[in-house]
Structures are given as C-alpha cells and as structure tokens.
C-alpha cells in the first residue's frame, strides 16, 4: 500500500492497521521516503535471532541430584 505523507499524518491509525498486513509505503512529493513494517517483520529482516540461553531455559524447577563418581587411581606400567 502507498499513502502520501500528509495522509499518513492525518490518519496514522490506519497506516498501522495497514502495516500489519503488508508494507506502507510512505511518499513525499511522489517519491518513497519511508517504509513502514509491523514489528515482527522488521525483527526478521534485521535478522534477530534469539539467544540460545532464551531457547533452553525451562519455567519448571526440575530436581536433579547427579551420582558421586569414585574414581580410584590405576598403577601405569612405564617399562
């Protein structure tokens, strides 16, 4: 969708709406000057990618109790 700069001021409401859907292209004297994208798409053309501590971290507290290991030295033959 395109919408000039003075209707994009005069009803900035509907060129949010708009954005949800697809780009506004915003022009000045007939020429685009701005473009504007919901946020999503902007995160995905930016290329955020979430950190993988975000990714691997659980809401549920999980009870983990990890086994002793013995380990007992072992004689080494050098001849």
């Known amino acids: 969708m395109k919408m000039s700069s003075r209707e994009f001021n005069q009803d900035v409401g509907r060129a949010k709406r708009e954005s949800l859907a697809s ?3 915003i022009t000045e004297r007939g020429k685009p000057s701005h473009v504007l994208i919901n946020y999503d798409e902007y995160m ?11 990714l691997l971290s659980l809401n549920d507290d999980i009870d983990f109790e990890p086994e002793k290991l ?4 072992k004689q080494v033959d050098f001849d």
Not at 44 to 54: A, N, R, T
Not at 70 to 73: A, E
């Open 70 to 73: 013995s380990i007992s030295p």
């Open 23 to 25: 780009p506004v292209i």
């Open 44 to 54: 995905k053309l930016k290329g955020f990618q979430p950190k993988i501590i975000d």
